[in-house]
């Protein structure tokens, strides 16, 4: 019986073994405050345990280590915020829809460029509310090398889906750890994208049981990050170089 599978077995209920609680590897620190279950903690060391050869690891938790990223479980509860890449793709459609206003007068409302910008503006509004709308469960800080899960923040419902997906997510992050970031405001919501699909990659790798739940979940949403479920699709079509992208996408930028 495979690692993951002992795990799987063993997360139905809220009994963990000693041995849980001595994970070697990948640092653990959930918060004295946090109330998070048997079965969550084991969901969540399940993944970072489980069999998984990416960017030259065995494992998340090979991964991690090498890293030297540690996972803490906050009781944080922080606001999302929007990247600074949407509003400035907002307010470059709002300036457009006015100078064309401008330049074409009354009889603007039949002009196609007109028509066309305000179609993106409403396109980039939507999107921004979208982003602003959306619960933050968890984030990479490439500064101090922490992922950090807001279980107070996720939902009730599918909890344990949504801390697994989220880990995993937050690895990916990790693994990119794309410097200078702060340079290039647009590679925010590329590497979401690149991320959900790392994190659904794995899942489907992994066998692991909340593969179907987190594809859905994905494509749900109103986002760039439902592009993630988009290459997974092309991947599972056979298109194999996009795993190869995801992989050789660390490479710094310049």
């Known amino acids: 019986m495979s690692i993951w599978s002992d795990i799987q077995d063993r997360s139905v209920g809220d009994t963990v073994r000693k041995e849980d609680n001595n994970w070697c590897g990948l640092c653990f620190d959930v918060k004295d405050s946090v109330d998070l279950t048997g079965p969550e903690k084991v969901s969540i060391k399940g993944a970072a345990w489980a069999s998984f050869k990416f960017g030259g690891s065995s494992s998340l ?14 009781p944080d509860t922080p606001k999302r915020n929007v990247p600074d890449s949407i509003s400035e793709w907002v307010l470059y459609w709002e300036n457009e829809v006015e100078r064309l206003k401008s ?24 999107e921004k509310k979208a982003w602003a ?21 996720i ?13 995993v997510h937050e690895a990916m992050h990790a693994y990119f750890d794309r410097h200078p970031h702060e340079l ?7 590497e979401e994208t690149f991320a959900e699909f790392g994190m659904l990659l ?7 049981n909340y593969y179907k739940w987190a594809y859905d979940n ?21 298109d194999a170089q996009i795993r190869q992208d995801l992989e050789s996408y660390k490479r710094k930028l310049f």
């Open 133 to 153: 709308a959306m619960a933050l469960l968890g984030c990479y800080d490439r500064f101090c090398k922490e992922i950090r899960l807001f279980p107070n923040n």
């Open 184 to 190: 290039f405001p647009y590679v925010g919501t590329v």
């Open 202 to 208: 794995f899942l489907k790798e992994t066998n692991n």
């Open 155 to 167: 939902p009730k419902q599918n909890r344990k889906e949504y801390l697994v997906t989220t880990f």
């Open 218 to 238: 994905v494509v749900s949403k109103e986002t760039c990050y439902r592009y993630g479920a988009v290459l997974m699709d092309r991947y599972e079509k056979g």
């Open 61 to 74: 938790d090979k991964m991690l280590s090498t890293l030297r990223v540690k996972l803490v479980i906050s």
């Open 103 to 126: 330049d074409l007068g009354s009889d603007c409302e039949n002009n196609p460029a007109y028509q066309d910008a305000k179609t993106e503006y409403e396109k980039a509004q939507k």
